[in-house]
């Protein structure tokens, strides 16, 4: 493979459609509009997501587990129609109220 030179970039999109090989305009049709110059918009920016109070005092974690035990938790989350994250979640409330159910 030889070393290219990189095509030349279209300093508008206008630019780049009437540049399409279907662009041109055919000798029976209109005469082609004057492109309308651009302003440059503003950067979009992701849209911030709506969050439950309990939702914004959620952490991240790390954690290791055994395969089989992970292959069973994603099976009873799928029959429950949960998230692995909502099966960890529910697992783990589970385990810590019933364990303060038993130290009273």
């Known amino acids: 493979m030889g070393i290219t030179r990189k095509p030349a970039v279209p300093n508008s999109i206008d ?12 000798a029976s049709a209109a005469p082609v509009p004057t ?7 503003a950067p979009v920016r992701a849209p ?15 954690l290791t587990i055994a395969p089989d035990l992970l292959q069973r938790l994603d099976r009873v989350a799928t029959r429950r129609g949960i998230s692995r994250a909502s099966a960890f979640a529910l697992a783990v409330s589970n385990f ?8 009273q």
């Open 48 to 62: 911030q997501a709506v969050e439950s109070k309990a939702a914004g005092r959620k952490k991240p974690i790390s």
């Open 96 to 103: 810590v109220e019933s364990e303060e159910r038993g130290a």
């Open 35 to 41: 492109p309308v110059p651009t302003v440059a918009a």
């Open 15 to 26: 630019d780049f459609i009437l540049g399409a090989p279907d662009a041109a305009p055919k």
